[in-house]
């Protein structure tokens, strides 16, 4: 009788051979999941809006003028808010502080309690509202303007 031969040797060798060349391959291709470093995404901060409030009181030929600050660029709106007595339109404007006047840019010369103006700014600057008779005023008048802006 033939001895029978083991073949465990060559199956072993085989299955090692398979085994190591599976685990190469899917050591690959995880490998190849990783994009490498990334860079950031810039953020951009919401800019925050502000709102002031102004008082004052409009004598008859008068003016009054109030500078303020913008810190971004967005849009500005400007509210009569509060007009006594409300009898005759006044006239405000809003516009840029040169450090001596208001350069008005946009402005209402009929306005009453409530009336609105609305103007985009390009970026942070100073900026300015002014308050005005424009032939109504008998006496004198006091008034409430608040303005929204960023």
């Known amino acids: ?12 060798r085989t299955f090692l051979a398979r085994s190591l060349a599976i685990l190469t391959l899917a050591a690959t291709a995880t490998a190849c999941d990783d ?21 004052g009181t409009l004598a008859r030929n008068g003016a009054v003028t109030f500078p303020f600050e913008a810190l971004a660029a967005g849009t500005a709106t400007a509210t009569m808010a509060a007009l006594v007595p409300v009898i005759e339109p006044i006239g405000f404007a809003m516009g840029t502080w040169n450090g001596l006047g208001c350069q008005t840019v946009i402005s209402n010369d009929s306005a009453f309690q409530f009336a609105t103006l609305t ?30 802006h960023f």
């Open 35 to 55: 994009p490498g470093p990334v860079a950031p995404t810039p953020t951009t901060a919401t800019p925050v809006s502000f709102t002031e409030t102004f008082t």
């Open 119 to 148: 103007g985009t700014v390009g970026g942070p600057g100073r900026l300015c509202l002014r308050v005005y008779d424009v032939g109504g005023v008998a006496t004198t008048v006091k008034f409430t303007v608040s303005v929204t």
């Open 1 to 12: 009788m033939r001895r029978a031969v083991l073949r465990r040797p060559f199956l072993t």
